[in-house]
């Protein structure tokens, strides 16, 4: 009979303890494609896109007015002259790839920058309602992560490692 006692306690205590904490999950992915600040983003990147759209045509037109002059006079061009002008229209192609790279990058680091406020904005909200309505976590159900941990959840690192054998 104590042993039955001892049990339901024990059985008891950690189910006790955790309806103490408050549970909820959130799809902030979900929240993420309503919010009307994604409009600006797009937009804003449609903008700068188009910006070196336009940049890139004027050097892709540089470039093929090169290249057509250069065919066009091949046969009467000196050698040195037709080492120059070859010269002069890899250049242009190495220009063109540099421009390409720096512009991807430039778009991407542009994009999660974006995004990133956008991501914090949605967090901190989260944050806000875990705080107002006292949950001790709310887990992110797009990342499978958590969105929101209060001050007074609990850190059991220490007692895995003592299990473990760790230090």
């Not at 192609?93 to 956008?118: D, W």
């Amino acid at each position: 009979m104590i042993k039955k006692i001892v049990l339901l306690v024990l059985f008891a205590l950690p189910v006790s303890m955790m309806a103490q904490d408050k549970l909820a999950y959130v799809n902030i992915q979900e929240i993420f494609q309503v919010m009307p600040d994604l409009a600006d983003i797009e937009k804003s990147m449609a903008d700068v896109n188009e910006q070196y759209k336009k940049e890139l045509d004027v050097m892709y037109q540089e470039y093929y007015a090169k290249a057509k002059e250069y065919q066009d006079n091949l046969n009467t061009m000196a050698e040195t002259i037709k080492a120059r002008r070859q010269s002069e229209i890899v250049d242009i192609e190495k220009r063109i790839g540099t421009f390409q790279q720096t512009a991807n990058e430039e778009m991407q680091r542009k994009q999660m920058e974006l995004i990133s406020a956008l991501r914090e904005k949605i967090l901190k909200a989260t944050a806000e309602v875990g705080e107002e309505n006292s949950y001790t976590y709310i887990f992110d159900i797009s990342s499978q992560s958590i969105a929101y941990h209060s001050a007074k959840a609990s850190d059991v690192t220490p007692l895995v490692k003592k299990k473990l054998g760790l230090k």
